[in-house]
């Protein structure tokens, strides 16, 4: 029965991202990143919620040859889609969740997710999708902000300039 439940949540919350994206296209795409959006408290979560929050976006998406999910905002373009387009239950799903990821941080290695070495919030999460310490219910709503947190990173200029490299005509245009 777990594994039942567990799928009802997660079809819940993907089909409430899909809508949600959907109707917040026209959101997302006036979001303006702020490099200063972690330090303070945002619409939805609060300041360590944010701090945890990005750190989560720099480990999902880290910086290769373009900048990582937390170097173009991803954790405030999620902070902004949660208020403008989501319900209190999906808004309460991302604290949960990022409660959830600092206590078992600090269960593990004693400390908050935010102070841990990369190779360590690596594993945090890695335990989550393993599902090592976290529920089935947990790792739904780690989905859900993956899914917000992708839908920011490639609505970004960066993600859809840069990472995408989107090509108007496929192979490039060639005139006669």
């Not at 303006?32 to 303070?40: E, G, L, Q």
């Not at 954790?75 to 889609?81: A, K, L, R």
């Not at 990369?118 to 393993?130: F, G, K, N, S, W």
Request: glycine share 6%; proline share 4%; aromatic share 8%.
């Amino acid at each position: 029965m777990r594994c039942k439940h567990s799928i009802r949540w997660v079809n819940r919350f993907t089909r409430a991202a899909a809508l949600a994206t959907t109707a917040g296209v026209s959101s997302a795409l006036v979001y303006t990143p702020r490099p200063d959006s972690a330090p303070k408290d945002g619409a939805v979560l609060n300041k360590q919620q944010l701090t945890t929050l990005r750190d989560v976006c720099a480990t999902v998406l880290p910086k290769t040859d373009t900048p990582s999910a937390a170097d173009v905002d991803c954790h405030g373009f999620i902070d902004n889609q949660l208020s403008k387009c989501h319900s209190a239950e999906e808004q309460q799903a991302v604290i949960t969740i990022l409660a959830a990821i600092d206590a078992h941080s600090v269960k593990t290695y004693g400390k908050s997710f935010s102070e841990l070495l990369p190779a360590q919030q690596t594993q945090i999460l890695v335990d989550l999708e393993a599902l090592k310490g976290f529920s089935d219910e947990q790792k739904g709503q780690f989905k859900f902000v993956k899914h917000l947190l992708i839908f920011g990173y490639f609505t970004s200029e960066v993600g859809a300039t840069q990472a995408l490299v989107y090509q108007a005509v496929p192979g490039g245009y060639k005139g006669s």
